[in-house]
């Protein structure tokens, strides 16, 4: 990679914060809670007891760097997890006092969504005022609910597949108070949780978890519809009413009162849920008609969070409010058991993204820039040139916006013999090169005059992106933006900084794994989405710093250790009301020797295995002892560092 980078920088004088601002869409994904600062800084926007407080990125990077940490780090801002609780909670209290709905609601965070201790924490202790409780889908992550929540009004509501020490322990929980209800994902479940709460003496509290026939679009459709791998089918639904039935003529618990909630998953990210929660209220009022108790109804996650702020019905937009999203739900509850007398249960919702993805972005400075500008090309050709390349060079000389394809097609067709020609020994390497050079200068040419011609054919359409630069960034796309990759989310991702500058190179973002996946070439600017994004030039000795918003939800759990890039280090903060703000938490990220030990490498080992290596070497006359030492040391040190680039 060439380090290229420019000395000026950029004019400042007629771009503005408010451009920035329009350019990266900050105003339209970031909800408010992040803006630009008239210095040209991303700031965070907290809302601090009543009061706004504004806090520049930038400020806080400077603070992560005075306490050694490292590029990259996922900051977590405290007081926007806080907000989204807050949020969340007070728009479903709102839509409940202005429909009179009989009933409360209770969130759960589903733990699957950020594992990570300080986010379950925070959720745990800030959620007790409204009872935000948690949602857990293994043992582990029952074990987790357990011991952070402390208000025995918030619900712990397990999903997944359960064995009986995973419903011992839910059952304990029951015991002492903790509302924790064991959801059936399949009729296998039923018959270990009647028989521990036999055993136990403890009486369940019961959820199904039905597979609904609506479906949303997305790409999380498959949570419901008939061929869902999750849910009971109604014929499903109506054994385990006849097992519970069974076990209470047999015991004498009343199993069948257990039967207290409806469940529900629609998918993440849908557009629309009334369809799906007008079949759940069927499917309720159903279970109330069989006997069941009931009193509760959870619709499971997929409150969309607008990563791409177009308001769209898109998979990476949101096409509704919060306050629509919960009026929505209540009315239709109301509406579907109102003309049956059926009392209004507690309503239940699993937000995920919604509630977390606000509160962290991904952090990184920005190694090397890979440009394509075109190498040296003469005014005129020496006279027994190639045939080709003067051919090449009359195109160069002949572009104009009418002939814009005619022109595309011959340089790939000069340039190409030009290398054909090398293959067979017939062209020089620097005949080559130049044939190379015009051709960049070509497609270059033809990518300025695009604007101006009258029709596009896709080949042309792409040369943008083809043409731009390569930002190579400190982190690892499949660490820290799995989704990018694997479902080709769209994240807003802009510079922290200098945004009182025309931002003038259009680029893609390249990671540092040896991977071609390893890019980010997708982004959301001005209503489209867009191959390239617009970056400023790099400044010597100074670092630029991109962040990547919004990306609290399922990235650092799903993140994986391609290349053996490991956990990048992770920075909490709480902002105060004078605008300072205190580091809560710092995590630093994987060492080297702990990646190897994930892979089962003991470090001590290869030490060991190292040093016989170095002493071979020695004896071998290769390297002399203090070289050995030197080599050792070298050795230990990189175990115990960062596995990212360090500076
Ligand atoms: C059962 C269940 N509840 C809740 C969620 C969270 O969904 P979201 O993050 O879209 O709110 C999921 C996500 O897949 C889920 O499977």
New binding site residues.
Partial sequence: MAMEKTQAKAKKSHWTADDSAALFGIRDWSLNYFDISEQGDVIAHVDCNGKPVSVSLLDIVEGIKERGLDMPVVLRIENLLDQRIKTLNEAFATAIKNSDYQNHYRGVF?I??NQQCHVIEEIANYGAKYHHGL?A?SKAELIIALSQLQDHNSLIIC?GYKDAAFVDLGLYARQMGIPCFFVLETLAELPIIIERSKVLGIEPLVGV?IRLASMVEGH?NE?SGDRSI?GLSTNALLTVIEQLKQANMLHCLQMLHCLQML?C?L????PNIRSGVLEACQFYAGLVEEGAPMGYLDL?????VDYEGTQTNSTHSMNYKLDEYCSNIIETLKESFDPLGIAHPVIV???????VAYSSMLLFNILDVRDHKPGNIPDSLPEDSLDQLVNLYAVMQNIQSNNLQECYNDSLYYRDEVRELFHRGQASLRERALAENINLAVLKRIAELLPQAKRISPELEDLPELLSDIYYGNFSLFQSLPDIWALDQVFPVMPIHRLNEEPTRNAVIADITCDCDGKVDHFSSQGTISRTLKLHPLCENEEYYLGVFLVG??QETLGDLHNLFGDTNVVSVHINEDGSFDFVREFQGDSIADVLSYVEYDPKIMQEQFRRIAEKAVRDGKISVAMRQKMLLAFRENLQGSTYFER
Avoid at 267 to 270: P, V
Avoid at 300 to 304: K, N, Q, R, S, V
Wanted: overall charge neutral.
């Fill in positions: 589903p699957k969504v949602e889908g999903n978890r999380w949570d999750f469940h998953h998918g993440s990210q849908i499971g996650g997929g409150l969309a919702s699993e937000s995920g993204r919604a509630l939800a399922y």
